[in-house]
């Protein structure tokens, strides 16, 4: 059937998650990454949160499946020499080196046009053009600076970071859409370009209903619903953190199911979609809110929400998470139970679309990974595992041209 990318050739300098995430999904389409990795070392998360003593960590595993690895010293004269060959090899280039590595090495952007005017220079870095172009970021800290942190936990509390990987995972995304736009324009133009994709832009981007509420707020000087509102709390100026609350014109909340004094995740989210507000009303015992003028309509309801949610809750603390889920959807009441990753682990309907899969590793045995979540209808994804270190140097340098004993020289010479 073939893949969507193949034929697409990927110089893949990414390392921890952000860029890893970006070539990962190429692969997955089918491209053919080729991950360069320093001689001797490799990508510095093949050993972080090790849970196998000398084996490549589930950190580096998930991370970059499909891929193929190389072992090349890039700071070495003749080990630039072989990058020469590969950038001319090669489709794109992707990299989330801290800001100037890749100039330091002797490849800005200039040489590497000069040496492929094709090539796609695709970069992930922390803070685009300005004053913190020059920092080093990681994912909390793009959280933090691209208003996901300030925008989430409860009013009372501290700002708080999400387990989402919103700042790496979601800005290799990103990079990921940039550099199939760039491939695109390429059929047309005949050259590559720039694709940078920065941090806190992407979490910005992911925090956009943010921006929509700060200018509400600046308009109106209040959010009717925010949960500060219906509690009578005093807006300042910047948008507040909303706890639970839905994001948009349908109120949420989460609320306790059965067992949530020895589960940690026996919660529900519960929305209360406004056309289905009498069916809900009956399911909880409180048919006469149906009527009630102060419950009839959804912005009577709005400062009474806190009513509302506890009384749905005496309703799901007496049913399991998942009872209440079966009996609100027959009636399609919108909400969801809180799956923990231990549930996700065992779902089977994830397991029978590919988007969890189990792998397996020569040196680490079967695991559990993610698998594509983007599905095409023609061009499957089949996950395979994760490169060792330096797997497939001499398979890429003999298809690069070169001979078995220049080859040799290169390992003697420690470049590779
Ligand atoms: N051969 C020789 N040297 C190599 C090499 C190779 N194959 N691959 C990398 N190097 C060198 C780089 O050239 C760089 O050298 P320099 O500092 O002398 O220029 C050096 O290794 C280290 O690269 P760097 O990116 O600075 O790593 P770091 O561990 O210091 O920083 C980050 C890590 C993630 C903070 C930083 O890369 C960064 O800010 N990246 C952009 C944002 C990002 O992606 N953050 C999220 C990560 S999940």
Not at 329 to 337: A, V
């Amino acid at each position: 059937m073939g893949k969507a990318l193949d034929g697409i050739r990927i110089l893949d300098f990414t390392h921890v998650q952000s860029g890893p995430t970006c070539t990962q999904l190429l692969a997955w389409f089918g491209a053919d990454v080729i991950k360069v990795e320093r001689a001797g070392a490799g990508d510095i998360t093949r050993e972080q949160l090790r849970d196998i003593p000398d084996v490549d960590s589930l950190y580096f595993t998930m991370l970059n499946h499909n891929k193929r690895s190389i072992t090349l010293d890039t700071k070495n004269p003749q080990g630039k020499a072989v990058l020469e060959r590969l950038i001319r090899h090669c489709d794109v280039l992707v990299e989330n080196f801290a800001p100037g590595a890749l100039d330091r090495m002797g490849f800005g952007w200039e040489r590497i046009q000069a040496l492929n005017p094709r090539m796609i220079v695709a970069s992930v870095k922390g803070f685009g053009p300005g004053p913190y172009e020059d920092c080093k970021v990681y994912e909390n800290v793009a959280q933090c600076a691209g208003g996901a942190a300030s925008t989430t936990g409860f009013d009372d509390g501290p700002p708080l970071v999400t387990g989402a990987q919103i700042g790496d995972s979601g800005t290799g995304l990103h990079l990921a859409l940039g550099i199939l736009c760039a491939l695109y324009q390429r059929n047309r133009t005949g050259r590559g370009q720039k694709v940078l994709a920065a941090m806190q832009d992407g979490v910005l981007n992911l925090c956009r209903v943010k921006l929509r509420d700060q200018q509400r707020l600046a308009r109106h000087g209040f959010m009717k619903e925010y949960p500060q509102y219906p509690e009578g709390k005093k807006f300042g100026s910047a948008v507040p953190r909303a706890g639970n609350a839905s994001g948009g014109g349908q109120p949420g909340w989460i609320i306790k199911c059965k067992g949530w004094e020895e589960d940690p995740n026996a919660y529900l989210y519960f929305i209360a979609q406004a056309p289905v507000w009498k069916e809900i009303c009956q399911i909880i015992g409180r048919p006469d809110w149906i009527t009630d003028p102060d419950y009839a309509t959804p912005n009577a309801r709005l400062p009474r929400l806190k009513s509302v949610f506890a009384a749905v809750e005496a309703w799901t603390m007496t049913k399991t998470k998942f009872e209440a889920m079966a009996e609100l959807n027959q009636h399609e009441i919108p909400c969801g139970p809180i799956l923990s990753m231990e549930e996700l682990a065992a779902e089977p309907s994830l397991r029978a679309t590919g988007t969890i899969v189990e792998v397996d590793h020569p040196t680490r045995g079967r695991y559990l990974s993610v698998g594509n979540p983007i599905k095409l209808s023609d061009s499957p994804t089949e996950v395979t595992r994760s490169p060792l270190l330096g797997e497939h140097t001499r398979q890429v340098l003999a298809e690069l041209g070169l001979s078995e004993s220049e080859i040799v020289a290169l390992e003697g010479a420690k470049v590779i």
